[in-house]
């Protein structure tokens, strides 16, 4: 049995947290990691992974308690993604966007400003979302990108909805939709275009479960991608689909007072990479200590250059843990400055460093460590994905804290 990434005695985790990832660990080493090699070889969706989700409630991990989830927070559901991502990266990334359509509309959006009758008109809407989740075992997904400067937060969304009598019809393009074709439900962001109306703004931004049988709904291209393999990212495409207004997820407005107010929603994805980079340290003291089943009991531990190579593994794995953490910890409406700067830096690290931790254990483990019979191979390809996840890639997470380093609010050269 895995050791637990987070020792909940060590990081004083509640109760509650250290039970739901001691669920999550127990899962994905039971029942992700001997599937994710197949799944990565023929990049097909793990259906039966969610088939299992389903049948022990991690599907409904973030939905509150009293519409009958697990009820996690924020840092629970951090907690638990990684202990997933140690063992299947794809299934866990997949996971965390079915799981953050719960989250965002569940604990986060009970942080934001709404009136009373739009309270209970939103909380009457995602009932009806959680108790497919939890009844009929739907699974939904987040395809945000659409290839422009919108899943960055530059610009408005291109996929537009026209308001018609009881809904939208929705027109657009969403590019590396994970989960498309195998989603019952895809919780695209598109931008509300009223007749006459132009040019799109943000402001407008809706977020809409758009049923996946649809009219209008289609899944182009290939999937053949370095990593994550098992996502199936493929193209998502809709022409005047026809979307009632039960499918609105937040109300309007909701998604941009989110992402302004409560900016940690994006250091969503860094936890399954946090669990890759742990994964990748542990196989690669597992190989050198001759422990990793299957192979040789051959240990290579006692050469100076292996030991140096896995302290200054362990090194980085502590830095990107310790400052995570920490970020996750005080995630939250209306955060500081120095926490939202803090945060970009923690997704940086967890993204740059478990590639980086990943590419080291190639290296130091050696020729036969690298064979598709064992997990690191996979784990390296799977890695080097992280950095470019938007809205918070790890270029754009400099770019934005250097600029508020430099400059305090409202300040220009
Ligand atoms: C395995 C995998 C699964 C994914 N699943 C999903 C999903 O389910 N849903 C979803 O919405 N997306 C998903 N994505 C998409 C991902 O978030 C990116 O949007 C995607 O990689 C698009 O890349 P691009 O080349 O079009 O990015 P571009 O927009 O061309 O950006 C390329 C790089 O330029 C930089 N850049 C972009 N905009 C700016 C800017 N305004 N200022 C400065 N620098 C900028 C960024 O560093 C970025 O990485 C997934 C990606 C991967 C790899």
Known sequence: MAEPLFDPAAFRLTPEEAALTAKAREFGEAVLAPRAASWDREARFPTENYRDMAGNGLLGLCIPR????????????????????????????????HVCSTLWTGALSDDLEMDPALRDAHHARRRLHYRRILEEGAVYSQPFSEGGAAAAGAAAFGTVARPVPGGWRVTGRKIFASLAGHA??????????????????????????????????????????????????????????????????????????????????????????????????????????????????????????????VA???????????????????????????????????????????????????????????????????????????SLMLPWTAELCVDRLGRDCLYKKGETD
Not at 69 to 91: D, H, I, N
Not at 186 to 193: A, H, N, P, S
């Open 66 to 97: 009293a519409e009958g989830g697990l009820g996690a927070g924020f840092r629970a559901y951090c907690l638990a993604a990684a202990e997933l991502g140690r063992f299947c990266g794809a299934t866990a990334l997949t996971w965390n966007m």
């Open 184 to 309: 019952d439900y895809y919780g695209i962001l598109c931008t509300e275009q009223r007749e006459g109306e132009a040019p799109l703004s943000r402001r407008d931004t809706l977020y809409l479960a758009i049923p996946r049988d649809a009219p209008g709904v289609s899944v182009v291209g290939e999937w053949d991608p370095l990593g994550m393999r098992g996502t199936v990212s493929r193209t998502l495409v809709f022409e005047d689909v026809p979307v009632g207004a039960e499918a609105a997820l937040m109300p309007p407005g909701l998604y941009m007072q989110a992402a302004s107010r409560w900016p940690h929603m994006f250091l969503t994805l860094s936890p399954i990479y946090m669990g890759i980079a742990q994964a990748a340290y542990d196989f690669t003291v597992a190989y050198l200590r001759g422990e990793v089943p299957g192979m040789p009991p051959v240990k290579r531990r006692m050469y100076a250059t292996k030991q140096i190579a």
């Open 312 to 386: 200054e593994m362990r090194i980085a794995l502590e830095q990107a843990k310790a400052l995570w953490f920490q970020a996750v910890t005080e995630a939250g409406p209306d955060p500081s400055p120095e926490q939202v700067q803090r945060a970009w830096a923690a997704q940086y690290s967890v993204m740059e460093n478990a590639a980086a931790i990943a590419a080291r254990a190639v290296r130091t483990c050696g020729g036969q460590a690298m064979l598709k019979s064992l997990p690191l191979e996979r784990l390296y390809r799977d890695a080097r994905c992280g």
